[in-house]
């Protein structure tokens, strides 16, 4: 077998760290045998050893730079431990065979041990990726696989390894088959659908959440076939809306119907109204005003929600059904550090009948253990799982509890006697807390969750109010100011901010239940949008949090195979710098520096006769892209990546370190445009596909990134518009762009993506994709990541997607000001009909890359008013006003207004 340069230099380093490692073993064992025993002396040795050998093997022999983790030291340990014992028993058998053959014994044995480790090594615990795109796979004698097998046939299974291999068959190969971080995500969330299949389907009698009731339907437009599927998941309703306090961590959540969860996957609570006669009042089980044309947000004739943003964020659900009145107030109340879950109730009836509050053992994902409840007696309340407390401010008029034998608690109403605690061993226990509500009166009821293990004080309430109050007023002192007659707009863009806020604590979470957690990509466009309407400070606070991610190698790690992160943290970084006037900070240079080799390092080499040529190499990337491949998402991020890390060096003076990544830089880009000729070559036409192997698809939306966000093409390359159309025209759902991949819905973040890249080219296709993402937000002013086609609901990820709310700021800022090479474009975006308003319309202060900038429009009868007012880092950069239907007009310098006229026919 023929063994290539690389193998041979690999299998060099590997016997020279082999060599030290022995060495050290040999050196630590005779220095201590003469202070300790044999035993404890070489076994301090072994160990010390052992470190030495995983540091060296790691990033000497298999330049491995992924960051240290428990399972590869885990995998580290089990081979040498393995190896041991290889050692051992040929040693010990070979001695057997030939008693006098000591050397060989140790000579054949060092071998086989070698050998043994060296394939585990390379194969399992550190498998690398060769520098010319081809990848080390697991040896197809591995013996796991022929255990597997055996094991698979014998129970009547497909064998797993044939079905894995198959499946890697239609991706590129990669050194990141399928991010562990995914592949949590989907263990997680179909661990969840068992349960739910297990508890939901056989119990339909029960009180369930929104999404269940309408999932599990078959007269409803959402219902599902669930046949022999093991796993039941929201895929129809997936909407929420999280509630609290600026730099908590903790997220309530509400859904459509009102039902609130108050800790993060956990239990809620549900309220309904019990009449003595007639229909009761289920928020869940009143049924959904259909849509028309299949567009917007499902909503009821019966039930109306909304978000108010007076003095903190408050979720208002009022459902009506008859006589029967509801109404919830939910809020985070307190500070970060004492925050508290409060929801105030508002009942009435026509009739006597009872308002229940109810303890539900699920949540918008589906059942969520509850094994124990206790009744409180001081003060009034729940415990709950001995964990979590639920506390009234009014006596219950009776409170019943049931466990999974009895039912739901909604069923046993009728009972007269109360009891205090109920224990169910398999998690479905469930809590009503009864209210009598006399004919024609209302009853108020306030039910504060405590948010952490802190005490509590009951008549500290109103002060919590404040304190929660002062905390948003701060956090939002700075912040670009609106005005346009657009209220639902209006409306949108305070709902976008309040998001990003409440989900930047430090770090940047792109959602606040299943991806409350960290991604640079996520990051990168909510901290832009932050930027971009004045909130500096926040975002300085979250770009300190980065060097804390970055490996010893120099890459940017929140998920395994995102080649795109190294140039999303430099973008970002440079953002901020550009958007303050600020220099870097001191402290961020040695990961700047890492960070920009790491890029160029890891291209692919310019003389493979492959279209990938010079190209980062085959990843996961953005996992709404499709399967591993060679996405020019990510080098364009590479791109901008590298012409980041170039300023930024530039900016610390060291001048070779940003000549060297100019120069890198632009060697990409020519690989780009080598590349993307091919591409057009074999699709007979200039649009970008998602990769040079990929026909085009939904996937050629990562593309586009080379426009908005990053303007490495000009707005009117072709490649770029010859893209856009082909998405306008083949990928279009209810006027939003519907992504076939993962997301299988309507995404509103890259719908306005294309918006961007139609705004930046003057194309006035940008508002009605604009529009179409705006009468998709729901009554709360969030977007689900993916949208549902018919429900209207969110059928895919998080069900309040932060990042959607920062394209919608970026979307609104770039209407009225954006950067463009050396100029800024002012008014671009804003739409005739806000024109005819006769109203003013005004943005500001506004931060660029130039400068902050206040402007406003005052329509004058036949006369537009176009004034502005700068407060530049150095001189006034050149400044063209774009006002759809006029004439782009170029400002004289020092001139601060613009009066433009109607001419005949506009």
């Not at 044939?162 to 969330?189: D, H, W, Y």
């Not at 492959?610 to 491949?629: I, K, Q, R, V």
Request: charged fraction near 20%; proline fraction near 6%; aromatic fraction near 12%.
């Amino acid at each position: 077998m023929k063994i290539d340069k690389n193998t041979r230099r690999e299998i060099i380093r590997f016997i020279i760290a082999g060599t030290i490692v022995n060495a050290t073993d040999f050196s630590i064992y005779y220095i201590l045998f003469h202070f300790l025993s044999f035993n404890i002396s070489k076994g301090i040795s072994f160990a010390c050893a052992g470190i030495v050998g995983y540091f060296l093997i790691k990033f000497f022999t298999f330049k491995n730079d992924k960051p240290l983790s428990y399972g590869e030291v885990g995998q580290y340990v089990l081979i040498n431990s393995s190896a041991l014992g290889i050692n051992v028993f040929t040693n010990h058998t070979i001695l057997r065979v030939w008693p006098g053959a000591i050397f060989l014994a140790l000579i054949i044995a060092t071998i086989l041990t070698g050998l043994f480790t060296y394939a585990c090594f390379k194969w399992w615990v550190f498998r690398t990726l060769r520098k010319k795109g081809f990848y080390f796979m697991q040896p197809r004698w591995f013996p796991l696989r022929f255990i597997v097998r055996a094991v698979a046939r014998r129970q009547g299974f497909l064998d797993p390894i044939k079905i894995i291999s198959q499946l890697q068959n239609f991706a590129q190969p990669s050194e990141v088959t399928v991010p562990m971080e995914l592949l949590r995500f989907g263990v997680v969330l179909h661990a969840r659908g068992l349960i739910n299949s297990l508890a939901i389907q056989h119990n339909l009698d029960w009180i369930w959440p929104y999404w269940v009731e309408c999932q599990y339907n078959p007269r409803d437009q959402a219902f599902i076939p669930r046949s022999f599927s093991l796993t039941q998941i929201n895929l129809t309703h997936r909407n929420w809306t999280a509630l609290g306090v600026p730099d908590g961590t903790e997220f309530p959540l509400v859904d459509p119907r009102g039902l609130l969860t108050p800790y993060f996957d956990s239990w809620s609570i549900d309220v309904w109204i019990i009449p003595e006669v007639g229909e009761p009042l289920i928020p869940s089980r009143l049924p959904a005003a259909r849509l028309p044309d299949g567009q917007g947000q499902a909503g009821s004739p019966n039930v109306l929600q909304k978000m108010v943003m007076d003095d903190n964020l408050c979720v208002i659900t009022e459902s009506h059904l008859g006589k029967l009145n509801l109404r919830l107030e939910a809020q985070v109340i307190g500070s970060a550090q004492v925050p508290i879950c409060q929801v105030k109730i508002t009942g009435s009836a026509g009739v006597r009948a009872r308002l229940v509050v109810s303890l539900r053992p699920y949540n918008p994902e589906g059942v969520s253990f509850i094994n124990n409840i206790t009744l409180l007696e001081d003060p009034l309340g729940w415990q709950v799982n001995q964990k979590h407390f639920v506390y009234f401010d009014k006596i219950p008029d009776q409170s019943i509890f049931s466990d999974y034998n009895r039912g739901d608690v909604y069923s046993q109403l009728s009972l007269k006697e109360s009891e205090s605690e109920v224990s169910c061993k398999v998690g479905m226990a469930s809590a009503a807390a009864v209210f009598i509500l006399e004919a024609g009166f209302s009853k108020e009821i306030t039910v504060s969750v405590p948010l952490t293990k802190n005490k509590i004080e009951k008549g500290s309430y109103p002060e919590y109010r404040e304190t929660a109050k002062i905390a948003w007023k701060k956090s939002l002192q700075g912040a670009c100011v609106l005005q346009i007659p657009d209220q639902h707009f209006q409306f949108l863009y305070a709902a976008a901010i309040h998001t990003m806020v409440l989900h930047s604590p430090k770090e940047v979470y792109p959602g606040p239940y299943i991806y409350r957690q960290f991604w640079f990509r996520d990051a990168a466009f909510i901290l832009n949008a932050l930027l971009c309407v004045g909130l500096k400070e926040r975002v300085l606070r979250a770009l300190d949090c980065f060097r804390a991610r970055q490996t010893a190698g120099g890459y940017f790690l929140s998920q395994e195979g995102e080649w795109d992160s190294n140039g999303e943290a430099l973008w970002i970084m440079l953002q901020y710098c550009q958007m303050t006037g600020n220099i870097p900070p001191r402290e961020w240079k040695e990961s700047i520096t890492k960070a920009g080799r790491w890029i160029y390092k890891k291209l692919l080499s310019t003389s493979l006769q492959f279209p990938h040529a010079g190209l980062l190499p085959s990843g996961f990337s953005a996992e709404h892209l499709g399967p591993n491949d060679f996405y020019y998402w990510d080098d364009f991020w590479a791109v901008a990546g590298l012409k980041a890390a170039a300023f930024l060096s530039a900016a610390y003076k060291d001048n070779d370190e940003a000549d060297l990544f100019e120069k890198e830089s632009n060697a990409l880009l020519e690989s780009i445009d080598q590349s993307l000729k091919q591409v057009s070559f074999r699709l007979k036409r200039p649009a970008m596909p998602a990769s040079p192997y990929r026909r085009m698809d939904s996937g050629a939306i990562g593309s586009l990134a080379a426009s908005y966000p990053l303007r490495v093409f000009k707005e009117n390359d072709p490649r770029i518009l010859d893209t856009a159309d082909f998405l306008m025209k083949n990928c279009l759902v209810h006027g939003g762009f519907f992504h076939d991949m993962t997301h299988s819905g309507i995404n509103p973040y890259l719908t306005l993506q294309l918006a961007q890249v139609f705004l930046r080219a003057g194309d006035p296709r940008y508002f009605s994709l604009m529009t179409a993402v705006a009468n998709l937000a729901t009554p709360t002013g969030q977007w689900p990541e993916s949208i549902h086609p018919r429900t209207g609901g969110g059928c895919m990820g998080d069900g309040q997607q932060v990042w959607a709310a920062a394209e919608w700021v970026m979307m609104i800022r770039n209407c009225f000001v954006r950067e463009e090479g050396d100029r800024l474009i002012l008014c671009s975006g804003i739409p005739r009909d806000w024109l005819t308003k006769n109203q003013t319309i005004a943005f500001g202060p506004a931060p660029t890359s130039f400068g902050d900038i206040q402007i406003s429009l005052k329509p004058q009868g036949e006369n537009i008013l176009i004034e502005w007012r700068g407060f530049w880092f150095a001189k006034e950069p050149p400044i063209d006003i774009q006002l759809p239907g006029f004439k782009s007009v170029r400002i004289t310098p020092a001139t601060n207004s613009l009066e433009l006229k109607y001419e005949a026919g506009q």
